[in-house]
Nanobody, 125 residues
Framework: QLVESGGTLVQSGGSLRLSCATS????????MAWFRQAPGKEREFVIG????????EAGDSVKGRFAISRDNGKNTVYLQMNYLRPEDTAVYYC????????????????????WGQGTQVTVSS
């Protein structure tokens, strides 16, 4: 079970850090990713990190502004969001995919096995 936290209302240009934690399951062997879904839009890939932490993939709209990190000892993944824009407003979801071998970070929803319930991020202009 994945549980996201940290979503809130923030002003444009501000920063926010989201967390995704799990209990009862180690994240060590999982690719972890963040997706988001804005009202009236499809869910989209934001950023992801492979099991080792050596490979990170990010969507074009967040490159240079968002960062992902993981603390396997705490079974937690973080999404650091900087220079937030109103168009970043969305429900942010954490997702996990079991893959302890490759360093591939898929961008497709269907590749992920586990999902959190989401946390709302609203960026005011």
């Amino acid at each position: 079970q994945l549980v996201e936290s940290g979503g809130t209302l923030v002003q444009s240009g501000g920063s926010l850090r989201l967390s995704c934690a799990t209990s009862g399951r180690s994240l060590n062997n999982y690719v972890m990713a963040w997706f988001r879904q804005a009202p009236g839009k499809e869910r989209e890939f934001v950023i992801g990190i492979d099991w080792s932490g050596r490979n990170i993939e990010a969507g074009d709209s967040v490159k240079g502004r968002f960062a992902i990190s993981r603390d396997n000892g705490k079974n937690t993944v973080y999404l650091q969001m900087n220079y937030l824009r109103p168009e970043d407003t969305a429900v942010y979801y954490c997702a996990a995919r079991w893959d302890p071998i490759s360093q591939v970070v898929p961008g497709a929803e269907k590749e992920y096995d586990y999902w959190g319930q989401g946390t709302q991020v609203t960026v005011s202009s």
